[in-house]
């Protein structure tokens, strides 16, 4: 644990004063550059430390942080045309590397290595052909209409989850 606060410490300065240096106008980095490069000097560390002693909570949380931090760091770095588009890869790319840090912590379960494969493999289709095929125009659709009814859809779920909830006598 102390491991990682020293980490979080070091980084929170570096990313402290390059927040300072860009308020100056010293140097010339988007928040995006500074908050990505934090969190990817932060997440790899953190992975190579909790490796082998069993923490997947930790191993989790890392791999996370880094795969925001590579979202974070692409998009300053590259106009980004399609946020869903982008979204959606980049939720693909995270679980697969999740579940290959899961693999390499405990190679007996040998569902987490094909799971892993399959994740960014439709990572790296999702960025290339998915388009080409048109797949983004039907689901930008689809998320179109999510937005109208997801409010009522939340509504509902939360009344039928408090409504099944089990009750106790008082």
Known sequence: MNRDKILLGVILLMAGFFSLLKYFRIVEVSTGQIIGTALLLYSIPSVHFSLGNGDRKRIIRAAVLFCTGVVLTVESY???????GIVFASILFCSGTIFFLL????????????????????????????????????????????????????????????????????
């Open 103 to 170: 693999y390499i912590e405990n190679a007996k379960q040998k569902i987490f290595l094909p799971l892993s494969i399959i994740m960014m493999l439709l990572s790296y289709l999702s960025v290339t052909l998915f388009n080409e095929w048109g797949l983004f125009y039907y689901t930008n659709k689809i998320g179109n209409l999510l937005e109208i009814v997801w409010p009522v859809l939340l509504i509902l779920f939360g009344v039928i989850i408090f409504n099944g909830r089990k009750k106790t006598d008082q």
């Open 78 to 84: 590259f106009e980004v045309t399609d946020p869903r």
